[in-house]
């Protein structure tokens, strides 16, 4: 199998607070992990490669002090929103790649909202 | 920097009928990925094709990747409503790991 989860599946938090959404491996393990945003009716934007025991990769143009990313183990990613804004609300999607394969197994995703 | 095209970005059919999507590069790519997400769920992986002129059938569900490597197409027979959703083409670099993301197409199939 290749099962992904993400937690929490939801979030509402108010403008300032930071927010945490983990994204974990349930039956592999992934060396890389993806961090997706997506808006209504559009497809996955791509914000970051994590890396197991290195620092993350970003995508030009994400700002790597307010998308936070640790990748602490083999099976565990995390993103951590810091300072959020009401323009940070999105659904943002996990994915994980077993080591030397090509295809990404994505996790439910997290919807966010920031009042 | 590498793109994929995809198309149609909706489509808008009745039970029962054909459709094709499309997706379109002019980059080759090492493999690539067909995805379906339905609203508020993350992207299910559909098929990987990998071989150029690769074809690969899933039931109703037809992938075929381009002798070239540089386009895929899905191509669905006799749609059914639960065939509604989001389609995904991806294509994947081949260091990095990362996937390029088509637009996606919207299929609303109606009973």
């Known amino acids: 199998g290749a099962v992904v989860s993400q937690h929490p599946s939801w979030v509402i938090c108010k403008s300032g607070t930071s927010v945490k959404i983990e994204c974990r491996s349930l039956?592999?393990?992934?060396?890389?992990m993806f961090w997706y945003r997506q808006f209504p009716k559009q497809s996955l934007m791509l914000m970051a490669t994590s890396n197991e025991g290195s620092k993350a990769t970003y995508e030009q143009g994400v700002e790597k002090d307010k998308f936070l990313i640790n990748h602490a183990s083999l099976t565990l990613s995390t993103l951590t929103v810091t300072s959020a804004h009401p323009e940070d609300s999105s659904f943002y999607i996990c994915?994980?790649?077993?080591?030397?394969?090509?295809?990404?197994?994505f996790g439910p995703g997290t919807r966010l909202t920031v009042t | 920097t590498q793109l994929l095209e995809q198309s149609p970005q909706f489509l808008s059919i009745q039970e029962g009928e054909n459709l094709t999507v499309y997706c379109n590069s002019s980059s080759v790519f090492s493999s690539l990925q067909w995805y379906r997400q339905e609203p508020g769920e993350g992207p299910v992986l559909l098929v990987t094709?990998?071989?150029?002129?690769e074809v690969k059938k899933l039931k109703r569900l037809t992938f075929q990747f381009g002798d070239a490597r540089k386009d895929s197409s899905l191509h669905i027979t006799a749609a059914q409503p639960g065939d509604t959703g989001l389609y995904l083409c991806a294509g994947a670099t081949s260091n990095t790991g990362k996937l390029i993301f088509g637009q996606g197409t919207t299929l609303q199939v109606k009973p």
């Open positions: 994915s994980a790649r077993k080591d030397g394969r090509v295809e990404q197994y």
């Open positions: 039956d592999f393990q992934a060396t890389t």
């Open positions: 094709v990998v071989t150029g002129g």
